[in-house]
C-alpha cells in the first residue's frame, strides 16, 4: 500500500483540472454574463491545461498504482497525458476565434473541453474496468454537447444527435463486455485480471462468455477509435460539428482512446492474446482499406479528414496487432505525430472562408497557392505527412509500424498497408493538385486568426522535414512509455 | 580535399533554394534574379562536384568521401560516401543542372521564382540517391524527387499535365512502398541500415526472391521496364523541356542505379535465377517500345519510347554479371543521360519557335536552320549509336556482354540498334529537318541563339569526348564493377558446389 501523498502524486493534473472545472463553474455562475466571459474561462482554462501539464512533467513517472491500483502512473501515462494535454490546448486556442465570429461564444464550451479533457486524463491513466467507464463516459458526454454546439444549425444537432445515440450503444457494449469479464474472472483491476486470467483458463481456450465480454469490450473502444466496422459515426460528425470541434474530436480524444485500447488489451488481457490479436488484425486492415477508398470521392476537406483518420486509426491498430513492446512504441509514435499532424490540417480548414462564409468544400481551395502561398505550403505539409511522404513526420510513424508488423511476420497485414497509402496518396495529392495547379476561383478571405496561424505553423514545422530534429527525442519517448507497458 | 564535400553538394543547392524563397517576388527584376541565383548555384555545385572527379582513388575499392552520423543506432544513419559509378551519376546531375536553368531561361515565364526552387530541391534529392550509404536515407532521396517533379509537371506542364503528374506520382510511389517493406524486411533480419554492411550480409535464398521482386518493383518503374512503363510517355510529353531533360537523364538512372546498389550484389542467387525474367522484359522493350516509336507522331512522344528501348539495353547489360556487359550499361546511362536529355532540348528549341511538338507540322528546317540541324544531327547519331558518339561505346560493351548470357540475348538487344536507325532517323530526323522547307509559318524560324549555343556546346562536347576516348570514364568505373562481379558471384560457387 502506497501513502496518500503517492495518491495525491499520481493523479496532479487530474487533480488541477478537477478543481479547475469547480472554479470555472463558480466563476462561470457569479459573474455577470458580459461578452468578457467566454474569453476569461478560456483563458483560466487554458492556465490549468499548462498548469497540468507542468505538473505532469515534474512528477516523476516511476510505474505507480495508486488508489488501491484503480489508478495508474507509468511512462505511458505521462506520454499519453502530455499528448492530449497538447492536443486539447491547440484545440482550446483555435477554438475561441472561431467560436466569436460564429457567435457561439458561450463559457460553457471551454468548460466542457476541460471536462472531456479530464475524462481523457483518467482514461489513460485507469487501472480497472471502473475508472475507465468513468473517463470514457465523463469525455463522451461532454464530446456530445460540444458536438451539437451550433444549437441552430440542423447539422450539427444532427451531428450531437448521432453521436449520442451511437455512442451511447458503443458504451453500452463496452459496458456490458465489462460485466461479462468481471462476471468471469471476478474483479475489475487490470492488474488482478492480468494474474487471475490465466490461471483461471488453465491452458484451456476461454469460454463463450469470456469470448463475449472480449469482442463487447473491443467493440466499444473501436467505436471511441472509430476503427472499421465501428467507424460509420465519423464521418457525419466531423462534417456536422464546428469545425474547431472537430479538430478537437481528431485530436486529443483518438489519443486517449488509444491509450485505453493499448492499456487494457496489454494491461489486463495478455492472457487473451491469440484471441484479440485476430480481431485487431481484421480491425487495422478493413480500417486502412475504407480509409483509402471512401476518402476518394468526398467534396468536403472534413469528411475526407474524416476518412483518413479511419485509415491512420488502421495503421496505427497494426502496432497493437503485433503487441510487442516495439510495436507499441511504433503505435504510440505513430498516434503523436497523426496527432499534431491532423490540428495543423484543421488549422488549415479553419482559414477556408470565403464571402459567403466558411467553407469546408475542396473546391474552394483551388488556385490557393497563388491567394495565399503560405497557407498553400502549409497545408501541403500536412498532407504530405498524412501520405507518409518521407522525408515528412508521417513516414516516419509509418516506417516504424511497418516494421513491427514485418517483424511479426504479418507481411499481408503490411503489404496491405503499403498498398492502400499508395491509393491514399490519390486524394491527398488531389489536394495538392487543387491548391497549386487549378487557377484561383474565388480568394479565400484573409484571416486575422493569430493563434490558429500559430499553431498551424508549429504544426508545420513539426510534419515537415524539420520533424527529423525531434525524432530520435520523441521516439525514445514512445520507447520509454511502451516498456512500461505490459 | 575539403572535409564534408558530398554534405556541401546535398546543402548548395537547398540553400540556394532557401535564399530564393527569402527574396520578395513582387519586385520588376525578381524573375531575372530567380533565373541568376539558380544559374549561380548549379555551377558552383557543379564546380564543385569536380572535386569527387579528381579527388577519387580509382584503384581503391569501396566507398570513398564517408561521412556518418547515427541517427538511430541499426536503425537509421546518416552515412553517405560515393563509389565510381555514383561519381559518374552524380556529375552526371550536376552537370545537366545548369543546363536546364538556362533551357529553361526564356521558355519559363510564369512562377519562376517557385520553378527554379524546385528544380534546385531536385538536384539536393538526386544527389542524395546517387551518395546515400543508407537504406532508409536512399529511400527518403529517391522518394523525395516525386514532389518536385510532380510539381514540375502539373504546375509548368502541358495540355493534360494533372493526368501526366498523378500517373508518375502513383506508378512510382506504388512501387516504391513495396520496396520499403523489403528494406525494412531486411533491416529486421539484418539488424542494420547500413549500405556496406548489408553488401556482404547472405539473405537465405527463398526469400531474396522475395526481396528482389520487391526491389524490382520499384527500380523495373523507375528504370522504366516494359510494361510498367506507360507513365513515361506521357510524364514526358507534358513536362516542360527542362523537366524532361531530368527525368529521362537522371531520374531513369535511379532504377539502374538501385539495381547496381541494391538488387544485384545483395540478391545475387534471386538475380542470377531471375535474369532471365529481365532478359525477356528487356528485349520486349527494346522491341515493342521500337516499333512503337516508329509510329509516334509527338516528337517528345517517340524519344520518350527510344529512352525505353535504351533503358532495355541498359538493364540486359546489367544482368549479363560480366565486365563488359557492367561496364557497358553504366556507361550506357551515362550516354544516355546526356544524348537524351540533348535530344529533348532539341526538341524544346523548335517547340519554343512554333508552340508544336508534332512531326508533321516540321520539315526541311535545315534550309533556314543549319545550326540546328547540325546539333540536332549529332545527338540523333549518338542516340543510333555511331562509333565515335557515346552510344556506340555503351551499346557496344553491352551486346559484348550479352553474347556471353547466350546469343539470343545480343540478338534480341542488337534489333533495337537496328530499329533504333529506324525511328530516329528516318522517322525523326527525316522529316523534321529534311526535305522542302514548305510550310509558311517555318520560314520566319530563327536559328540557334547564343544562349542555346552555350547549352549545347557542352553536351556536345561531352558526346565527342565520351564517344572517342571513353577511357577516362571506364576507369572509374573499373574497381566498382569489378567488386560488385565479386559480390553477385560469392554464393553461386557454394550453390554449385552444394549441387
Not at chain 2, 108 to 131: D, H, P, Q
Not at chain 2, 196 to 215: E, G, I, K, R
Not at chain 2, 242 to 256: E, F, N, P, R
Not at chain 2, 270 to 297: G, K, N, P, R, W
Amino acid at each position: 500500500m502506497i501513502g496518500a501523498v503517492e495518491n495525491w502524486q499520481a493523479a496532479g493534473p487530474e487533480i488541477i483540472l478537477t478543481l479547475g472545472t469547480l472554479a470555472s463553474i463558480v466563476l462561470g455562475v457569479v459573474a455577470v454574463p458580459t461578452n468578457g466571459t467566454f474569453t476569461r474561462v478560456t483563458g483560466f482554462v487554458g492556465a490549468l491545461f499548462i498548469a497540468a501539464f507542468v505538473v505532469l512533467i515534474v512528477v516523476p513517472s516511476a510505474p505507480t498504482a495508486a488508489f488501491g491500483g484503480l489508478y495508474v502512473l507509468d511512462p505511458f501515462t505521462t506520454f499519453m497525458k502530455a499528448l492530449v494535454l497538447i492536443g486539447s490546448f491547440a484545440a482550446l486556442i483555435m477554438m475561441r476565434p472561431f467560436l466569436e465570429r460564429k457567435k457561439l461564444h458561450r463559457f460553457e464550451i471551454p468548460l466542457l473541453v476541460l471536462l472531456a479533457t479530464l475524462g481523457m486524463c483518467i482514461m489513460v491513466s485507469s487501472g480497472s474496468l471502473l475508472t475507465l467507464y468513468i473517463g470514457l463516459e465523463l469525455q463522451s458526454l461532454s464530446l456530445y454537447v460540444l458536438a451539437a454546439l451550433d444549437r441552430d444549425s440542423r447539422i450539427s444537432t444532427e451531428a450531437g444527435l448521432k453521436y449520442f445515440v451511437l455512442g451511447a450503444v458503443a458504451s453500452g457494449m463496452l459496458l456490458f463486455g465489462s460485466s461479462l469479464i468481471y462476471g468471469f474472472a471476478g474483479t475489475t483491476s487490470f492488474s488482478v485480471l492480468a494474474e487471475q486470467l490465466p490461471a483461471l483458463l488453465d491452458g484451456r481456450l476461454p469460454g463463450v462468455g469470456l469470448i463475449f465480454g472480449l469482442v463487447f469490450l473491443l467493440a466499444g473502444l473501436a467505436f471511441k477509435v472509430s476503427a472499421v466496422p465501428f467507424h460509420m459515426w465519423t464521418p457525419d460528425v466531423y462534417e456536422g460539428a464546428p469545425t474547431a470541434v472537430t479538430a478537437f474530436f481528431a485530436s486529443a480524444p483518438k489519443v486517449a482512446s488509444m491509450a485505453l485500447f493499448i492499456r487494457i488489451i496489454l494491461d489486463a488481457l495478455p492472457a487473451l492474446s491469440p484471441q484479440w490479436t485476430q480481431i485487431i488484425y481484421a480491425m487495422a486492415l478493413l480500417s486502412m482499406v475504407l480509409g483509402a477508398f471512401a476518402a476518394i470521392p468526398q467534396p468536403s476537406i472534413k469528411r475526407l479528414l474524416a476518412y483518413s483518420s479511419i485509415g491512420h486509426v488502421g495503421y496505427a491498430l497494426m502496432g497493437l496487432a503485433v503487441g510487442t513492446p516495439e510495436a507499441i512504441a511504433a503505435t504510440t509514435f505513430y498516434m503523436a505525430i497523426y496527432m499534431v499532424t491532423t490540428i495543423g490540417a484543421f488549422a488549415c480548414v479553419l482559414a477556408m472562408r470565403t464571402d459567403t462564409g466558411d467553407t469546408d468544400q475542396i473546391e474552394a481551395l483551388s488556385g490557393l497557392r497563388q491567394a495565399r502561398p503560405w497557407l498553400a505550403l502549409a497545408f501541403a505539409c500536412f498532407m504530405l505527412s498524412l501520405l507518409g511522404f518521407p522525408p515528412f513526420a508521417g513516414f516516419f510513424g509509418k516506417l516504424f509500424v511497418f516494421q513491427a508488423a514485418i517483424e511479426a511476420d504479418m507481411i499481408l497485414l503490411a503489404v496491405v498497408a503499403a498498398l492502400t497509402s499508395a491509393v491514399a496518396a490519390y486524394y491527398y495529392l488531389r489536394i495538392i493538385k487543387i491548391m497549386y495547379f487549378d487557377d484561383l476561383d474565388q480568394p479565400l478571405l484573409g484571416s486575422d486568426d493569430r493563434p490558429s496561424a500559430l499553431i498551424m505553423i508549429a504544426s508545420a514545422v513539426f510534419a515537415s522535414p524539420l520533424f527529423v530534429i525531434v525524432w530520435p527525442a520523441l521516439w525514445d519517448g514512445a520507447q520509454a512509455a511502451a516498456k512500461s507497458l505490459g | 580535399m575539403i572535409e564534408h564535400l558530398l554534405t556541401l553538394l546535398l546543402v548548395l543547392p537547398v540553400a540556394g533554394s532557401v535564399f530564393l524563397v527569402t527574396t520578395p517576388t513582387n519586385h520588376p527584376a525578381s524573375d531575372e534574379n530567380a533565373r541568376r541565383t539558380a544559374l549561380v548555384t548549379t555551377l558552383f555545385t557543379f564546380a564543385l562536384s569536380l572535386l569527387l572527379w579528381f579527388g577519387y582513388d580509382k584503384a581503391e575499392a569501396g566507398f570513398q568521401f564517408v561521412e556518418r552520423v547515427d541517427v538511430i543506432p541499426g536503425f537509421f544513419s546518416y552515412h553517405l560516401g560515393v563509389d565510381g559509378i555514383s561519381i559518374l551519376l552524380i556529375l552526371l546531375s550536376t552537370f545537366l543542372m545548369p543546363i536546364c536553368i538556362l533551357a529553361s531561361w526564356t521558355a519559363i515565364k510564369t512562377r519562376v521564382r517557385e520553378y527554379m526552387i524546385a528544380f534546385l530541391i531536385m538536384e539536393t534529392l538526386m544527389i542524395g540517391v546517387f551518395s546515400a550509404l543508407d537504406m532508409f536515407l536512399f529511400y527518403v532521396f529517391f522518394e523525395g524527387g516525386l514532389v518536385p517533379m510532380f510539381l514540375i509537371i502539373g504546375v509548368w506542364g502541358g495540355a493534360r499535365r494533372i493526368y501526366a503528374s498523378f500517373k508518375f506520382f502513383l506508378y512510382t510511389l506504388t512501387g516504391s512502398l513495396l520496396m520499403l517493406l523489403a528494406m525494412i524486411y531486411m533491416v529486421v533480419t539484418a539488424g542494420t541500415s547500413d549500405i556496406p554492411t548489408l553488401l556482404t550480409y547472405d539473405f537465405d535464398p527463398s526469400v531474396q526472391t522475395w526481396l528482389w521482386l520487391a526491389f524490382f518493383a520499384s527500380f523495373a518503374v523507375k528504370m522504366p521496364m516494359w510494361p510498367v512503363h506507360t507513365w513515361l510517355p506521357d510524364a514526358h510529353v507534358e513536362a516542360p523541356t527542362a523537366g524532361s531533360v531530368i527525368l529521362a537523364g537522371v531520374l531513369l538512372k535511379m532504377g539502374g542505379y538501385g539495381f547496381i546498389r541494391f538488387s544485384l550484389p545483395m540478391f545475387p542467387d534471386a538475380s542470377h535465377d531471375l535474369a532471365i525474367l529481365v532478359f525477356i522484359m528487356s528485349i520486349v522493350a527494346v522491341v515493342y517500345t521500337s516499333l512503337v516509336a516508329l509510329v509516334q507522331e509527338d516528337m517528345k512522344k517517340l524519344i520518350a519510347y527510344s529512352s525505353v528501348a535504351h533503358m532495355g539495353f541498359v538493364t540486359v547489360g546489367l544482368f549479363t554479371f560480366n565486365q563488359q556487359g557492367l561496364e557497358g550499361s553504366i556507361f550506357q546511362m551515362l550516354s544516355h543521360g546526356v544524348v537524351s536529355g540533348a535530344l529533348f532540348l532539341c526538341v524544346g528549341v523548335v517547340y519554343d519557335r512554333l508552340h508544336t511538338r508534332m512531326i508533321e507540322r516540321y520539315g526541311g528546317l535545315v534550309n533556314i536552320m543549319p545550326h540546328y540541324a547540325l546539333v540536332f544531327m549529332i545527338f540523333t547519331m549518338a542516340s543510333v549509336g555511331l562509333p565515335g558518339t557515346s552510344g556506340f561505346v555503351g551499346e557496344f560493351l553491352v551486346l559484348v556482354g550479352a553474347y556471353q548470357s547466350g546469343s539470343w540475348v545480343a540478338f534480341g538487344a542488337a534489333l533495337g540498334v537496328i530499329l533504333g536507325a529506324g525511328y530516329m532517323l528516318w522517322r525523326l530526323y527525316k522529316n523534321v529537318v529534311f526535305g522542302q522547307l514548305e510550310k509558311d509559318d517555318l520560314k520566319a524560324m530563327l536559328d540557334l541563339s547564343m544562349r542555346e549555343w552555350i547549352v549545347f556546346a557542352p553536351l556536345i562536347a561531352l558526346v565527342m569526348w565520351m564517344g572517342i576516348y571513353p577511357k577516362p570514364f571506364l576507369e572509374f568505373i573499373e574497381q566498382p564493377v569489378e567488386t560488385l562481379i565479386t559480390q553477385t558471384e560469392r554464393n553461386q560457387t557454394s550453390n554449385e558446389v552444394a549441387r
